[in-house]
């Protein structure tokens, strides 16, 4: 195995491993620890270079500690990154990449994430206890914790979720699972899912046209040129970094857009994953526990 650690500004520890025989390609990033270990998901991805997964690996560390913040957890942020490319024997790139994990002693606890399988954590666990959230669908809790967000966002303007209609972009597993939590009416964008009960599905081109848009799919979806054309007034869902730089955030303020911070707003899964590794309970912390959250910090705001 490969072991090579460098030093990046603002971040705590930066590790590239290889492993020859598995094909294994991974970062590990922890952020931050100064709340307590860092935690946070293993994605497995098709990353064309070292620099795009790094960044990557980077951005999400970071987004992990705000999260973790946030979400008044003791926590900091942590992420792992594996280019799915260049597997050749999956089994054993988990268990290596949980023998990386394992040599960190506990300053970063890993758990599932986008391409991670239930089956590749517990190969994880073979060679750390440091892992999270192997029994837990963290899409239930992403999607409670977006639900909260929505229904905290609006009731701040005096408005109920039932007498809005929702644009919610992408059906994936956070978003059928919110689709369902919300009583309004709800049109949605996806081109890999063609029919939802009490969805009403939409081209493309509207998903920024209605009121309340609800982004559940890739980040990035706010940017310059999105927000040029925007007609929505709310801004609310669980995609990760849903906007291109911290000028599309200034832009969106200035325009007077109302939002919750999507590192808020889907906190819910490593609310859970924080729990389960104490053997705690979720709901709770997701519903009463982080609308008085939200509204602290939008005081603030």
Do not use: W
Not at 118 to 126: A, G, I, T
Not at 161 to 185: A, E, I, N, R
């Amino acid at each position: 195995m490969l072991h090579k650690e460098f030093i990046v500004d603002g971040y705590e520890r930066t590790i590239h491993i290889e492993h020859e025989e598995s094909g294994l390609d991974a970062f590990i990033v922890i952020h931050n620890t100064k709340l307590g270990p860092a935690i946070g998901g293993i994605r497995c991805h098709n990353y064309s270079n070292p620099e795009a997964q790094l960044d990557d690996t980077l951005r999400l560390s970071e987004g992990m500690t705000l999260k973790t913040a946030a979400a008044g957890l003791n926590h900091g942020g942590g992420k792992a990154t594996i280019n799915a490319l260049k597997i050749k024997d999956r089994s054993l790139a988990y268990q290596i990449l949980g023998q990386a994990v394992e040599e960190l002693k506990g300053s970063y606890i890993c758990a599932g994430d986008v391409g991670t399988t239930v089956e590749d954590l517990f190969k994880v666990k073979d060679a750390t206890e440091y892992v999270a959230g192997i029994s837990l669908e963290s899409s239930l809790p992403t999607a409670l914790g977006t639900h909260t967000s929505i229904k905290a966002l609006l009731k701040r303007d005096g408005l109920k979720t039932k007498d809005q209609t929702f644009t919610v972009q992408g059906l994936g597993k956070v978003g059928k699972h919110l689709v369902k939590m919300l009583d309004g009416k709800i049109e949605a964008y996806d081109p890999f899912v063609a029919d939802l009960d009490g969805v009403t599905h939409i081209e493309e081109s509207k998903i920024l046209q209605g009121k309340f848009y609800v982004p559940c799919a890739l980040g990035g979806v706010l940017n310059g040129f999105s927000l040029a054309s925007i007609k929505s007034e709310y801004v609310c869902g669980s995609a990760n970094n849903m906007f291109g730089t911290r000028n599309d955030i200034i832009m969106a303020h200035n325009m007077g857009i109302k939002y919750v911070p999507d590192f808020i707003t889907n906190c819910g899964g490593v609310i859970a994953v924080a729990l389960d590794f104490e053997n705690k309970d979720y709901k709770t912390a997701l519903t009463t526990g982080l609308t008085k959250r939200i509204n602290k910090i939008l005081d603030m705001a």
